[in-house]
């Protein structure tokens, strides 16, 4: 899957460097201000799987109509799914970024100099990330932001072929979901862009919350972690 251009273990931990040499004092405090970019991130991507999960829980109906258990898997119950190109998540960039203006100038309580600090590190983020992976391509944002969730949880980084998975997954779910295709340029670069970003915020809290032993870093991270598995994997 070299196409994809797979968001490489080092990856996370260029962020994690990167974000503590960063904004370390401004970071710290918008525990807030992080939850609701997550929570808006979130909104904006709902619709985009819900064709995908009506099907499968039809698909568990049936099977339990059958007599089966709901999460037997079988090639007659699970047909193979259907592989699209990695271009088909692909889109057109209309400007330049969109998003850290919009989550830097909506953040509340902070002063003119931390929500400049914020706008840059969020820019700082979205930079490191297209040096490695493919760029305007929201199969890979999503990919980065499971991968991270992933690695909170787990304590260890997914490997290369996990990624390249995560990659396939939200290509093909992507593609067959009638949801994307409502979508405008705009609307995909911002999701592209926010995606990363909630990424990017979390690897930071749980690596600084590391650092300083701080338990209420971490537990924001970790909830934000949560968060993304249960919205984007189902677990």
């Known amino acids: 899957m070299r196409n994809m251009k797979?968001?490489?273990?080092?990856?996370?931990v260029?962020?994690?460097?990167?974000?503590?040499?960063?904004?370390?004092?401004?970071?710290?405090?918008?525990?807030?201000?992080?939850?609701?970019?997550?929570?808006?991130?979130?909104?904006?991507?709902?619709?985009?799987?819900?064709?995908?999960?009506?099907?499968?829980?039809?698909?568990?109906?049936?099977?339990?109509?059958?007599?089966?258990?709901?999460?037997?898997?079988?090639?007659?119950?699970?047909?193979?799914?259907?592989?699209?190109?990695?271009t088909a998540t692909?889109?057109?960039a209309l400007s330049g970024p969109i998003m850290p203006d919009q989550f830097a100038d909506s953040a509340t309580g902070v002063t003119p100099e931390v929500r400049e600090q914020m706008r840059a590190f969020f820019k700082q983020v979205l930079t490191a990330f297209e040096k490695d992976a493919r760029k305007n391509n929201i199969a890979n944002a999503f990919a980065f932001i499971t991968s991270a969730a992933l690695q909170l949880r787990n304590g260890k980084e997914p490997t290369n072929a996990?990624?390249?998975?995560?990659?396939?997954?939200f290509n093909?779910?992507?593609?067959a979901s009638p949801g994307y295709?409502?979508?405008?340029?705009?609307?995909?670069?911002?999701?592209?862009?926010?995606?990363?970003?909630?990424?990017?915020?979390m690897v930071f809290l749980d690596?600084?919350?590391?650092?300083?032993?701080?338990?209420?870093?971490?537990?924001?991270?970790?909830?934000?972690?949560?968060q993304v598995l249960r919205a984007y994997l189902g677990i």
Do not use: W
Request: charged share 15%.
């Open 6 to 12: 797979r968001v490489h273990k080092a990856k996370i």
């Open 14 to 86: 260029f962020f994690a460097i990167l974000m503590l040499a960063l904004c370390r004092g401004a970071a710290k405090a918008q525990f807030a201000s992080y939850s609701n970019m997550l929570n808006t991130t979130m909104v904006a991507s709902q619709s985009l799987f819900t064709a995908q999960t009506a099907v499968n829980k039809q698909r568990e109906s049936m099977r339990v109509a059958a007599g089966q258990s709901p999460y037997e898997s079988t090639p007659a119950a699970q047909p193979p799914v259907r592989q699209y190109a990695i």
């Open 90 to 92: 692909d889109f057109r």
């Open 162 to 169: 996990e990624e390249d998975q995560l990659i396939a997954h």
């Open 172 to 175: 093909n779910a992507l593609a």
């Open 181 to 201: 295709y409502t979508l405008n340029p705009r609307q995909q670069q911002m999701l592209y862009e926010s995606l990363i970003i909630n990424g990017g915020i």
């Open 207 to 226: 690596t600084e919350g590391k650092q300083l032993n701080n338990p209420p870093m971490r537990a924001q991270a970790m909830e934000m972690s949560k």
